[in-house]
């Protein structure tokens, strides 16, 4: 992978953890509101806006939740990942100071 590519993964990967809280408190703010309102009002109307705001967020609730697991599936890929490249690398250093070490034929 290159260089200049990392830093711009890693900024994507925190940009989308932020975005995944945000969200998350944003759904609680307005589960909260909902709730106060169906204490204050229960008319019909109301009762049909709660419905529709319940609906909407219990969807974007379904939405956070699988790209909650495509992230968690994404940090143990590159938590494999980086271990192998790690491996990968100190073998090579080994393989390297054997050569070096090795009499010129």
Request: glycine share 2%; charged share 35%; proline share 3%.
């Amino acid at each position: 992978m290159p260089q200049a590519a990392r830093p711009q993964a890693a900024s994507d990967s925190e940009w989308l953890d932020d975005m995944v809280t945000k969200l998350q408190t944003e759904l609680e703010r307005q589960l909260n509101r909902v709730l106060e309102a169906s204490k204050e009002g229960n008319d019909a109307r109301t009762r049909a806006a709660d419905a529709a705001t319940l609906a909407s967020l219990e969807r974007t609730l379904e939405k956070l939740a699988r790209m909650e697991q495509a992230r968690a599936l994404v940090r143990e890929t590159k938590i494999s990942k980086q271990g192998a490249r790690d491996a990968l690398e100190r073998r090579l250093d080994k393989l390297a100071a054997a050569a070096k070490k090795k009499p010129a034929s």
